[in-house]
């Protein structure tokens, strides 16, 4: 029974070694001068401060971009640095070993924070490399292949740009153990330039770095960004198109006669079912999430919304046609309301002169006695009820001509919302439809392309 010490742990490491190593199976002189009484379970510089350890990534590609999921997929190679003073030699040539042997060696418990899902290629072998130089530097490259989670913001789908990350942390070790630094700055990621994306571009990338804070301690944390623009021309083709050529085949019903009731309707009917599906089409490629009002979707909603309007405006059409089958009916009502509108004025016109006699009446002097002295009618005073009585026809004759002129102006607004032809309705869609939708497409993508 051996106590816990190093002999105890000389021990262990020399049986692990030896069972590594199979029979017939030699180590180089070299690696196993390096591997007595190293013990891979401390790490460098134990009892001197952290270790460092340079990071570099190599993107060989991005497979997919799930906006469903919110992640993306893609195959890295992560290479580490540090250095182990316990594996210096003499020499000038750096020691290429075989993947399996870095089970023999101390390496940083590095990890994906965001990962859903990763795993080691390991066709043929386990796709590992490691590499030590004289001054003690080990290389460490590994082939991950990893699902990482990326938080989208889908307002402006498709017209949007999402910002993804991929960020590496020290499992256990925290920053006095550990210390994690970008090798090469910015350019310690490289492939991007080569890559070629279904549905994106990428823009621009950089790195960071940072520290993790968990209950248990702070972290190192190194993060790389990269920013995606997608590409519009797929979703032009696929949906913008179809849907506004179904809002111009909409459109075709007001050209043809308001009498042929199936050939509109079904136009109407059509469009409408087919705007439906295209829609639904739309939304199967998207999260299920209410937070989201994009921006295909609004103009989804834009055409269905026009299509929807170029059926309702021939049901009103329709309708005032059934009320004016005649057109001459039409014009006859809109004569009946000219003519009540002059008996209007008439009436005006006779309470203005009425008023204005009574006004002259009160104003004209009265009669004088005769020459000579004789008796004639003495000039007679107004009495007081006199005034009362010429003022009360004026202003009973002014409230009423105020009256009919409200009336009046009432009449003339009739007649001008009455539609005295039902076939006008047609003509103004022809020119008011294509006027909307042109000025709302101008609108919606200056909001969504510039702001």
Known sequence: MCTLGC???QFLENSLLSAEVKDGEILPP???KLMEGYNKYLRPFFDNGPVTVGMSLDIASIDTISEINMDYTAT???RQRWTDERLVFDGNKSLSLDGRLVELLWVPDTFIVDSKKSFLHDITVENRLIR???NGTVLYALRITTTVACNMDLTKYPMDKQTCTLQLESWGYNINDVMFYWARG???VSGLDTLRLAQYTIEDHYTSESEAVYETGNYPKLIFHFELKRSILYFILETYVPSSLLVVLS???FWISQSSVPARICIGVTTVLTMTTLMMGARTSLPNANCFIKAIDVYLGICFSFIFGALIEYAVAHFCTLHHPD???????????QECEEEMNGIVTTIASNSLRLKRRKESPAPTPTAGGEPGLAPSSPTASEPKTAEAPAELFSRCAKNISVLRKILRSINCCHVENPHYIDNYSRLTFPLSFVIVNLLYWTYYLYF
């Open 186 to 188: 910015n350019d310690s």
């Open 327 to 337: 057109c001459n009916n039409a014009l006859m009502y809109g004569h009946h309301m």
């Open 76 to 78: 890295i190679f992560l």
């Open 251 to 253: 459109w075709v019903s």
């Open 132 to 134: 030590i130089f004289p």
């Open 30 to 32: 070299t690696i196993k």
């Open 7 to 9: 002999p105890c742990l």
